[in-house]
């Protein structure tokens, strides 16, 4: 209905407890977020989505979980010491900073209007630098680690001399990634401190033209199963401009966000560039023996790469609803696949009195065995299923004086509103099922 604004997704996040700014009380901090009650579980859904994907269900994945300080050697080697930088500039009048690929140089500058203002550009390394131990000279130096990727390649041979792991196989690792990025804008969705969720396919030089296709396809596939609608993701292939010159190809998964198409994930065909590169620096062989041929390689990689906190906004923005009623009211809903939904059942009685918030508070005891719960037992029911649907609870049940007299509930569906009357037995069975069968309209 209404259109999908990332104002009205702020807003509904710092109402509802998604997601609120950084040391907000100090005036906040750029690029910086803190996910509320309502947030943390729907960035740890979708995480465990993820995970249960990647590794329950391919039998040729195994995770990991690196450090997030490391070596800064392992960031030589990568490149990232080097390379890893955006080209900015400052406007001299009012001091805002900008990429200068991203915005036109000949133009006036788009916060304060003054022309000509900005400085030439400079290369900016996006690592934030910090130091270990007692002294802070040179040799102290190290990062906090700009991707989870690396952490996955320097242990390799750990995992193939530890696991009984035959090429081809993957790397998974989630875990939080730090960028001090320049223009950090469109809420979360470009930040200093995010997360990732980052898988590398170890397989024979050759074979990377059979696994690419299939990666790319598997990860897709993942974003549907997630409920996302198919006509918000497309592809986008990297020309030869934007390829990493060690790349063979590359494409992204785009989604389309209130500001328009962006990156949600990367999809990489890397070669055996990273292996090669921790070599050479580490000066340790980071090759693999085929038992069976007596081969030695250096393996290449397919490479999933999506943004777990990029995610949490793609699931907000697709959910995103605004429905007028009959009599002229607007519903705000979240249509969130039940699986990725930070509530899924909310148990309401209808009146405090007569035993009846004793038999609801009961029942969602026993629900909380299957489902993440709330018990809510104040104010008006229809204010109550609002605040619901507001944080996207696909199910609400509510308890009232039949339900003494026979052990019925009423089961209300978000998406509908349709409203069931059931044995309070079934509703396990019932909800399972809905949820199986779940298909956003
Ligand atoms: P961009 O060009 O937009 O800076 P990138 O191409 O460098 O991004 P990758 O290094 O490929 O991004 O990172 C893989 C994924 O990690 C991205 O698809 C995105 O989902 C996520 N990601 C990267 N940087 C950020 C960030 N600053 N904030 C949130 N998520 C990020």
Excluded at 68 to 91: Q, R, T, Y
Excluded at 394 to 410: F, G, L, M, Q
Aim: net charge negative; glycine share 6%; aromatic share 12%.
């Amino acid at each position: 209905m209404g259109e999908v604004t990332m104002d009205k997704i702020v807003s509904l996040c710092k109402r509802r407890g998604f997601i609120f700014q950084s040391s907000e009380i100090y005036g906040g901090l750029n690029g910086s977020y803190d996910y509320g009650p309502m947030g943390v579980q729907l960035k740890n859904n979708i995480r465990d989505f993820w995970w249960k994907e990647m590794t329950q269900m391919h039998d040729d994945i195994v995770g990991l979980d690196s450090s997030i300080l490391m070596a800064a050697k392992v960031w030589e080697a990568s490149g990232h010491v080097g390379n890893f930088s955006d080209p900015m500039v400052d406007c001299k009048e009012c001091k805002s900073r900008f990429r200068s690929d991203q915005i036109n140089l000949e133009a006036a500058c788009p916060v304060c209007g003054n022309k000509g203002t900005f400085t030439e550009p400079k290369n900016f390394n996006l690592m934030f630098e910090t130091h270990i131990g007692a002294n802070s000279d040179d040799s102290s130096v190290i990062y906090l680690r700009p991707e989870t990727a690396q952490g996955i390649y320097v242990n390799f041979k750990n995992v193939v001399a530890s696991s009984r792991v035959k090429i081809p196989f993957g790397i998974a690792q989630i875990g939080k990634s730090f960028r001090n990025e320049i223009t950090t804008k469109n809420f979360i969705f470009r930040s200093c401190e995010f997360e990732q969720m980052e898988m590398q396919f170890f397989c024979k030089p050759g074979d990377d033209e059979k696994w690419f296709p299939y990666w790319r396809e598997q990860r897709m596939a993942f974003y549907e199963k997630m409920g996302i609608r198919a006509d918000h993701l497309r592809w986008h292939q990297h020309g030869p401009k934007e390829l990493a010159f060690y790349a063979k190809d590359a494409y992204d998964i785009e989604f389309l966000f209130p500001m328009g198409w962006q990156e949600l994930e990367g999809v990489h065909s890397r070669t055996d560039y990273d292996l090669t590169q921790h070599t050479k620096f580490s000066g340790k062989q980071q090759d693999y023996l085929d038992a069976v041929t007596q081969e030695r390689y250096i393996p290449y990689v397919v490479e999933t790469s999506a943004g777990l906190t990029r995610n949490v906004l793609m699931a907000l923005s697709d959910a995103y609803d605004e429905e007028v009623l009959e009599g002229g009211e607007i519903r705000t809903v979240l249509h969130f696949h039940p699986k990725l939904a930070p509530v899924t059942v909310a148990v309401l009685p209808l009146v405090k009195k007569d035993g009846i918030s004793e038999i609801a508070k009961e029942l969602e005891e026993t629900l909380r065995e299957h489902y993440t719960t709330f018990y809510d037992q104040g104010g008006a029911i229809g204010r109550r299923y609002r605040r619901m649907d507001e944080v996207g609870t696909p199910y609400c049940v509510t308890i009232d004086y039949d339900t003494k007299e026979d052990n019925s509930v009423t089961l209300r569906f978000r998406d509908s509103m349709d409203q069931v009357r059931i044995p309070m037995s079934e509703l396990v069975t019932t909800i399972d099922k809905a949820t199986k069968e779940y298909k956003r309209k």
